[in-house]
């Protein structure tokens, strides 16, 4: 095979999609307690989410770096290799720029794409170029296929409560307090390169059933089409009854159903107590 895959950690993938041999996976840099990790390699989800719960901290998150995309891209294209590599939303971070400068600086086909998207919703891209790098589309054809996957890619994301987004700055106090007293469920959206709120409902059981039906909502009779991942982060019985729903409405109606954790980058925005589904067409 003569094309490498490339993502950040803004990138949220499920398991069997990580272990791909064809894909590397450039780190962003978790910055908590006074300490720095590497996403994914000097800590792992689960370490991160029972130490955000115990102490309440909100961690700050720092890009990948010139120098690491940099030098995954001189070993690759030494080894003679073509690369495509999938970057979060440029809005959202300076990764994208550190992926294209480095690009700029090696001799060698290099493809520096912006899903202008984050967590589940950038990692739509990354299944789907799994999926055509394993069908032996051709690396012209994959790229322009990605381009046309972001007029259908989004994420919907319901954290469990405000305190997180009310701590990063996400939502006003008021807000925070309000929904936390009346049980109020946000589904909030990222849709190129944009979040905003999509709706509001009230308790995690109407909170599941709405974000399914917003899938089908707006993909009709075209559900055969649609690649859907749903997520979660430390809340797994919100998790098993956010499932417990995809798999009655849409299980076999779906081109593809996968599951994943909500990564460090967006859960330190939003809280180790989230869900989410994504999907493209």
């Excluded at 007029?151 to 700055?169: E, H, M, N, R």
């Excluded at 849709?191 to 909170?207: D, M, S």
């Amino acid at each position: 095979m003569d094309i490498k895959l490339i993502c950040d950690t803004l990138c949220d993938i499920p398991d069997e999609i990580q272990k791909k041999e064809y894909l590397e996976i450039v780190p962003l840099t978790l910055i908590m307690g006074g300490n720095e990790y590497k996403d994914g390699v000097d800590i792992d989800k689960e370490t991160f989410y029972k130490s955000v719960l115990e102490t309440g901290e909100v961690p700050k998150t720092s890009q990948a770096t010139y120098m690491q995309f940099k030098e995954i891209f001189e070993k690759y294209i030494a080894d003679g290799k073509k690369i495509i590599c999938i970057n979060g939303a440029s809005s959202k971070s300076g990764t994208y720029q550190s992926a294209l400068l480095a690009k700029n600086d090696v001799d060698g086909d290099i493809n520096v794409f912006d899903t202008e998207q984050l967590s589940l919703g950038a990692g739509q891209f990354v299944i789907r170029a799994c999926d055509m790098i394993e069908e032996g589309m051709d690396l012209e054809n994959i790229i322009k296929k990605l381009e046309e996957i972001k007029d259908s890619a989004k994420i919907l994301f319901a954290p469990a409560s405000f305190d997180f987004l009310k701590k990063s700055g996400r939502v006003p106090m008021t807000t925070a307090v309000i929904g936390n007293m009346l049980n109020i469920k946000p589904i909030f959206y990222m849709e190129k390169g944009e979040i905003g709120l999509e709706t509001k409902v009230r308790g995690v059981k109407k909170l599941v059933a709405k974000l399914v039906d917003l899938v089908i909502e707006r993909f009709g009779t075209e559900l055969n089409e649609v690649t859907l991942t749903i997520g979660h982060g430390c809340n797994l019985e919100d998790f098993e009854k956010l499932k417990r729903e995809v798999e009655a409405k849409l299980e076999g109606k779906v081109k593809k159903i996968m599951t994943t954790k909500g990564g460090v980058c967006i859960c330190s925005h939003t809280g180790p107590d989230i869900i989410a589904v994504s999907f493209s067409k």
